[in-house]
């Protein structure tokens, strides 16, 4: 029989990884609905580079929303990177890509109800509720061999900058700024090629409700960013050769001299 001690500190891990994953699919959502959403309901407004400021700001805000907890990772690829350099623990993996993967159905879910709300109502089948494709499915008609390569070297910047921007020696504080940007720039490339996927998980949640085609050509988009995601791993740990390997949740936190000062008591206003 296990020891109280020893059971109390399983449930302590078992809550630990629970609050990761949940954070992980609450920051997937926000993604996706953010960057989806403003295509499928503003595109038309806002054009390629509203909708990448879209996809941008999302992801910055959720890095320091999330990120001191779960790494924001909210991607398969960065997962999938960041494990290759160690910066995650394996047995977190299939937990991270699962939550990635269903807050992302969720969030695709949520903008098709929001647009069929519309005066004109809303077929994700005939208007593609921004899936990622290639082809005639491309916005620019690009075929597939274009529509991969851009994806592994798209994938390839996203996940580089990651794994540069919460390495030990990086900037305290910038990680999500870097990131988001990148993630804008990225799609201001990639949007006339594929949609920009740079992300499975992103590309999963339209295609599940689009079906057909999305789902014909998903596989594209699962295997091409995974595969940038691991060639910026070894670029990575070949460039930086890091001396220390820290987490990205942890890189995404305050300095601990930081995290004292704000909660240390407040001292009372001094009369005048």
Not at 26 to 46: M, P, S, Y
């Amino acid at each position: 029989m296990a020891n109280p001690p020893v059971k109390v500190a399983a449930r302590s891990r078992s809550s630990e990884a629970m609050r990761r994953y949940l954070a992980e699919l609450v920051g997937t959502f926000v993604l996706v609905i953010g960057g989806v959403g403003a295509a499928v309901l503003a595109g038309d407004r806002i054009g390629f580079l509203g909708v990448s400021f879209a996809f941008g700001l999302s992801l910055l805000a959720m890095v320091y929303a999330i990120g001191p907890i779960s790494g924001c990772h909210i991607n398969p690829a960065v997962t999938v990177g960041l494990m290759l350099c160690g910066k995650i623990e394996r047995r977190h993996v299939p937990g991270y890509l699962i939550a990635q993967c269903v807050g992302a159905i969720m969030a695709a879910g949520i903008v098709l109800l929001m647009a069929k709300g519309g005066p004109e109502g809303y077929s994700a089948v005939a208007q593609g509720l921004g899936a990622n494709g290639f082809d005639a499915h491309s916005p620019g008609n690009y075929g597939a061999g274009t529509a991969f390569l851009a994806e592994v070297v798209l994938t390839f910047l996203l996940v580089l900058t990651v794994l540069g921007a919460t390495d030990a020696r990086a900037p305290v504080g910038f990680a999500g700024l870097a990131i988001g940007l990148v993630l804008t720039l990225i799609h201001l490339v990639g949007i006339p090629l594929t949609n920009t996927s740079v992300n499975p998980a992103r590309s999963l949640g339209p295609a599940v409700f689009v079906g057909g085609w999305a789902l014909q050509q998903l596989w594209l988009f699962i295997v091409a960013p995974l595969l940038g995601g691991g060639l910026a791993a070894a670029v990575y740990r070949t460039v930086h050769r890091p001396a220390v390997e820290i987490p990205a949740a942890r890189a995404e936190q305050a300095l601990e001299s930081e995290r004292a000062e704000r909660v240390a008591p407040q001292r009372p206003a001094e009369s005048p």
